[in-house]
């Protein structure tokens, strides 16, 4: 099954816009997504496996989104007694302004305008981050910008690097076609899922992009039933 990849075909939500209702559901909807059907919880375990109790991270969320993961994160640290801050970068400034107000008052979280291929942290060139973190964003660009991605993600992190995205294949398609004809039938989110799907990369490309990209004694597994991912870990 060959990726369905047209650099002219834009997902909805990554056309131009100003904040509308219809954006502001359609984030809601993947925020439901990564809740119900495996994002948060593969994070989570990650997390757990990373940080420790009493320690002090600072985190980049590339791609933000809503800033749903941002903010998944600083409740489970708190829980765990884990110091966290977060910079959360997005290239749509709609987007962003939406995640800004969900997150109004959250002071550990740090909204950032730009590009995730040539991203440079606020705090300057040599800055890095304890955890490089990235979710379902790679299916929304070429392979050789979804290699460039994984080796900025590399080049940022000084300690751990997390990127899941959808796995290209039959049961990922069939169910996000059922879970978008049956629970999130919005006409943006209906959509932009459907055309992920078929947009995302096979569990043997995303191995192969990391190797391309300079990652080396990574770790990749599948989370049932649509997600993969991939991570690089450190002592």
Not at 83 to 89: G, K
Not at 207 to 226: H, K, S, V
Request: proline share 5%.
């Amino acid at each position: 099954m060959k990726r369905d990849w047209n650099p002219d075909e834009l997902e909805l939500m990554d056309r131009p816009q100003p904040v509308s209702p219809e954006l502001e559901r359609d984030l809601e909807n993947l925020e439901g997504l990564n809740r119900h059907f495996g994002s948060h919880a593969a994070v989570r375990l990650f997390l757990e496996r990373w940080l420790r109790p009493g320690g002090r991270y600072r985190v980049l969320d590339l791609c933000t989104g809503y800033g749903d993961i941002p903010r998944m994160m600083l409740d489970w640290a708190r829980r765990q007694g884990v110091e966290l801050t977060v910079d959360a970068l997005d290239f749509h400034p709609a987007t962003l302004e939406i995640a800004r107000r969900k997150s109004e008052g959250e002071t550990a979280i740090r909204f950032f305008q730009g590009d995730v291929r040539d991203f440079v942290p606020p705090d300057g060139p040599a800055s890095r981050y304890d955890l490089v973190h990235c979710s379902l964003a790679l299916h929304h660009f070429s392979e050789a910008d979804a290699e460039r991605i994984l080796r900025r993600c590399r080049e940022l992190s000084s300690g751990h690097t997390l990127v899941i995205d959808l796995e290209r294949n039959r049961l990922t398609q069939a169910a996000v076609w059922l879970v978008t004809a049956a629970i999130y039938r919005d006409p943006m989110t209906q959509h932009d899922a459907r055309l992920s799907a078929r947009r995302a990369f096979s569990y043997g490309e995303l191995g192969n992009l990391a190797t391309r990209a300079g990652w080396r004694d990574f770790g990749q597994r599948r989370f049932l039933p649509c997600r993969q991912a991939i991570w690089m870990e450190h002592a």
